[in-house]
Antibody, heavy 122, light 109 residues
Framework: QVQLVQSGAEVKKPGASVKVSCKASGYSFTSHYIHWVRQAPGQGLEWMGVISPSGDRTSYAQRFQGRVTMTWDTSASTVYMELSSLRSEDTAMYYC???????????????WGQGTLVTVSS | EIVLTQSPGTLSLSPGERATLSCRASQTVSSSYLAWYQQKPGQAPRLLIYGASSRATGIPDRFSGSGSGTDFTLTISRLEPGDFAVYYCQQYGSSPPLTFGGGTKVEIK
């Protein structure tokens, strides 16, 4: 079955960077885009961006432009999301999510990782 | 950026009752590119509805979606105990960015 397994919780200081991984299994990972969505404690969902299955195309939400980088390690079936210049407002659960479309982006999410809690605190 | 406003914020109902959740967009959502997700405490969201009215794989038919333009509705015909959760709408007709509504919590009365 489709599984997206994310790396463990992180605690970072303001100004630092964090890199979260998302390992895909149970499907042909070269066929689906991967999105990142975050959720601050007690808050709603916020889309951060998307990476193509080949890793050669990304699209980021404007508010994260310049701070976020999404990459693929195809040999490890793993996607990474790195967020830099962290501030307290970046404290959130970060989810990777598989795009529902096969071979194309439909921009809906049919499988999700378990989430990675990133805490930014001095 | 399209802003989605969900109402009510909280819906208090009993098992067996009908739930009607609203999602209103600040601009027309093209081609009814509107999805609904369910999120239970401590879990990731789950896709329920896409294209405003199509059920995702494995979603029971007591969940239905409707609407077009700027007004969309998720209806749960008869609430079961596992349906008490937070529900989010998401538009994907105008992106980036994809945007979500603020959520409606369906709680047991």
């Amino acid at each position: 079955q489709v599984q997206l397994v994310q790396s463990g919780a992180e605690v970072k200081k303001p100004g630092a960077s964090v890199k979260v991984s998302c390992k895909a299994s149970g499907y042909s990972f070269t066929s689906h885009y991967i999105h990142w969505v975050r959720q601050a404690p007690g808050q709603g969902l916020e889309w951060m961006g998307v990476i193509s299955p080949s890793g050669d195309r990304t699209s980021y939400a404007q508010r994260f432009q310049g701070r976020v980088t999404m990459t693929w390690d195809t040999s490890a079936s793993t996607v990474y999301m790195e967020l830099s210049s962290l501030r307290s407002e970046d404290t959130a659960m970060y989810y990777c999510a598989r795009d529902s479309g096969r071979g194309r982006a439909t921009l809906t999410f049919d499988s999700w990782g378990q989430g990675t809690l990133v805490t930014v605190s001095s | 950026e399209i802003v989605l406003t969900q109402s009510p914020g909280t819906l208090s109902l009993s098992p067996g009752e009908r739930a009607t959740l609203s999602c209103r967009a600040s601009q027309t959502v093209s081609s009814s590119y509107l999805a609904w997700y369910q999120q239970k405490p401590g879990q990731a969201p789950r896709l329920l509805i896409y294209g405003a009215s199509s059920r995702a794989t494995g979603i029971p038919d007591r969940f239905s979606g409707s609407g077009s333009g700027t007004d969309f509705t998720l209806t749960i015909s008869r609430l079961e105990p596992g349906d008490f959760a937070v529900y989010y709408c998401q538009q994907y007709g105008s992106s980036p960015p994809l945007t979500f509504g603020g959520g409606t919590k369906v709680e047991i009365k």
